[in-house]
């Protein structure tokens, strides 16, 4: 089973200060998919693909990485990026979920 | 619109059975690989099984294997998760989930919340 490494866990940040979060897989993976959950709702597809934004999502955010190495950037954050984002990788079964990083807003 | 509407939990004493179940609509569901996965209270996301199209291949995460049955029916567009022998580390969220080759999961219905205590 591949498992993804979120870091930090936790961090705040201020508007408009930019964010990156970091998810390793103990292997190679092709590609990454994130989430973002807000407390007491279903996560959301946030980027797929590595770096292709889902519908709705602002493009302050942006995604990149390959192998072992992804991250998910908020260029400006905002007060409603507020959230926990988690990846997710499909390149190997069992899909796995990263533990989550909780962004709040400073 | 895409709608996952999950129902069937509740508080159950351990070792006993509860069956999910997930009415899609919105979408040919027939045609979609469907999923479940769970959240442990505070903690993260954890998959837990997935189905094929005509529910001939299914697949579980090792610590729920021969606990859990995922099925469909795919004249009722109803998702299943039969749960035996409930253990304590079964509390959580389960969540339904449509599977999509490029975004992973895209749509996710509200989850429903299954406490197992004596």
Not at chain 1, 54 to 67: I, L, N, Q, W, Y
Not at chain 2, 81 to 110: F, H, M, V
């Amino acid at each position: 089973e591949i498992v993804l490494t979120q870091s930090p866990t936790t961090m705040a940040a201020s508007p408009g200060e930019k964010v990156t979060i970091t998810c390793r897989a103990s292997s190679s993976v092709s590609y990454m998919h994130w989430f973002q959950q807000k407390s007491g709702t279903s996560p959301k597809p946030w980027i797929y693909d590595t770096s292709k934004l889902a519908s709705g999502v602002p493009d302050r955010f942006s995604g990149s990485g390959s192998g072992t190495s992804y991250s998910l950037t908020i260029s400006s954050m905002e007060a409603e990026d507020a959230a926990t984002y988690y990846c997710l990788q499909r390149s190997s079964y069992p899909p796995t979920f990263g533990g989550g990083t909780k962004l709040e807003l400073k | 619109e895409v709608q996952l509407v999950e129902s069937g939990g509740g508080l159950v004493q351990p070792g006993r059975s509860l069956k999910l179940s997930c009415a899609a609509s919105g979408f040919t569901y027939s045609n979609y690989v469907m999923a479940w996965v769970r959240q442990a209270p505070t903690k993260g996301l954890e998959w837990v099984a997935s189905i094929s199209t005509g529910g001939g291949n299914t697949y579980y995460r090792d610590s729920v294997k021969g606990r859990f049955t995922i099925s469909r029916d795919n004249a009722k567009n109803t998702l299943y998760l039969q749960i035996d022998s409930l253990r304590s580390e079964d509390t959580a969220t389960y969540y339904c989930a449509k599977d999509n080759p490029y975004y992973g999961y895209n749509y996710w219905g509200q989850g429903v919340m299954v406490t197992v205590s004596s």
